[in-house]
């Protein structure tokens, strides 16, 4: 079955630029996905990419997708605290409309 | 526009007892998914309803858990009897027909099996 994992932890200085990195295995997904969640607060979609596409890039948040490998990366540029939450990569199923997520990755934002 | 609520919040019960979760969709959106996540681990899918009907139920860990959707409308998850392994976050999503269109979530609600 579809599988998506993440590293688990990542910290970076406020300004710095933060990269969250995902690899995933179901080859023929359509469209993969970025969710932020802060403390306390559901789930919130922050971007996604179409399987067609190498780069999606929305204000401060870039996205690189590598089909060959299955790998997807969020890039956020100038990190700010607020920026400080729970990353999830996600894959939506190719004959469905189920999500696939990955474990997580936390982003500590140090001031 | 209301978002999509979960009702409890948080929930701490003892093995063996009850406990019935509420999601309470967007108005209008006809899919509805139920997700779980365990232990700091993945988020892993449980169900899905297009309107009243279950789509897809391949997530549901085992019969001890029942998901129904009334009228198409809101939608409940009974575990019984409850087991320690079922504490998690259980995450509630929903969303209009469509090739991508996008799932809103919930808020979740903690459910700690003591």
């Known amino acids: 079955g579809e599988d998506v994992e993440q590293s688990l932890f990542l910290s970076v200085r406020e300004g710095d630029s933060s990269v969250i990195n995902c690899t995933y295995t179901?080859?023929?997904?359509?469209?993969l996905y970025w969710y932020k969640q802060e403390p306390g607060a559901g789930l919130q979609l922050l971007t996604y990419?179409?399987?067609?596409?190498d780069m999606k890039q929305d204000q401060r948040l870039t996205v690189l997708l590598n089909k060959k490998d299955k790998h997807l990366s969020l890039r956020i540029a100038d990190t700010q605290t607020g920026d400080s939450a729970i990353y999830f990569c996600?894959?939506?199923?190719?004959?469905?409309?189920?999500?696939?997520f990955g474990a997580g990755t936390i982003l500590r934002v140090k001031s | 526009e209301a978002g999509v609520t979960q009702f409890p919040s948080h929930s701490v019960i003892e093995k063996g007892q009850t406990v019935t979760l509420r999601c309470d969709p967007i108005?209008?959106?006809?899919?509805l998914y139920w997700y779980r996540r365990v232990m700091g681990k993945e988020i892993k899918f449980l169900l899905h309803?297009?309107?009243?009907?279950?789509?897809?139920e391949s997530g549901m860990p085992n019969n001890r858990f029942l998901a129904e959707r009334t009228g198409g409308t809101y939608s409940t998850l009974k575990v019984q009897p409850a087991e320690l392994e079922d504490s998690g976050v259980y995450f509630c999503?929903?969303?209009?027909?469509?090739?991508?269109?996008?799932?809103?979530f919930g808020q979740g609600t903690r459910l700690t099996v003591v």
């Open positions: 996600a894959e939506r199923e190719t004959y469905g409309n189920k999500l696939v």
């Open positions: 309803f297009v309107k009243e009907s279950k789509q897809d």
């Open positions: 179901d080859s023929s997904s359509t469209y």
């Open positions: 990419i179409f399987s067609n596409m």
């Open positions: 108005s209008g959106h006809d899919n």
């Open positions: 999503a929903s969303s209009q027909t469509g090739p991508n269109t996008e799932a809103f």
